[in-house]
């Protein structure tokens, strides 16, 4: 269920990961479909849809090995970040704060307040400067994911929306760490995505959500997990 260190670059096969898991029927679902990190997003509630500790802990105890939970963060408070995380333990803790309001600093900083936990770091993809967000973490995150991003937005992600797919390409050149690719990603453009970007993952979201609706849709999922697999490089 955990990662006993820090995941190797080149991961054996394409990494699946799919949020926003937020019932206990759809972490084992998820989990039976074979989808490698099962997200949930943690919170107190300040971001919409965030859940609390007590309904995370129950949905973690749901995940089926190998399969592991990964908790998405959005608040850039460090103290809450550690306090959760060790309440939960979760394979991976995944920080989704923009890059204005968590810096690479407070990153090292939260790992040292968790000795050996395996952090996710969210990189926004909007342009050149993304390039060098993604340098800044080397050293300090153990996975970093390319995401899609909003000007203004408090967080980065869950647009729905695609990104300029020749700096997340650029970014997986320079990354010494795992790098999962996501922003809109879903069954039909995974394949593609995976051919232009060669990550070591691929994340969706809005994209295997039921239509109109944040469940999932669990055709959709699987067959995302199913394209992410056979589009794997050998
Ligand atoms: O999962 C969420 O609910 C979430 C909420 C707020 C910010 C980010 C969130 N999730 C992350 O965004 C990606 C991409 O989303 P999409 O596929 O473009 O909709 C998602 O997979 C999480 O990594």
Known sequence: MFYAQCPPRRL?????QIYEISTIEEASAVSAIGVDHVGVLVGDGRFPRELP?????EIAAAIVPPSKFSALFLTCDLSLIASWA????PAIVHLGASAELLSP?????????LPGKVVMRSIPVFGEESVAIARSYVGIADFLLLDSYRATDKQIG?????????????IVDLAPVPVV???GLGPDNVAEAIRTVRPAGVDSKTRTDQDGSHAKDLDRVRRFHEAARAAAPS
Do not use: F, P, Y
Not at 86 to 89: D, I
Not at 105 to 113: E, G, P
């Open 53 to 57: 500790i007590s309904a995370a802990s």
């Open 158 to 170: 869950a647009l729905g929306v695609t990104h300029d797919w020749g700096i997340s390409r650029r």
């Open 12 to 16: 054996r096969a394409m990494l699946t």
């Open 105 to 113: 600093q407070d990153v090292a900083s939260l790992k040292r307040m």
């Open 181 to 183: 690719l996501a922003g």
């Open 86 to 89: 060790r309440e939960l333990n």
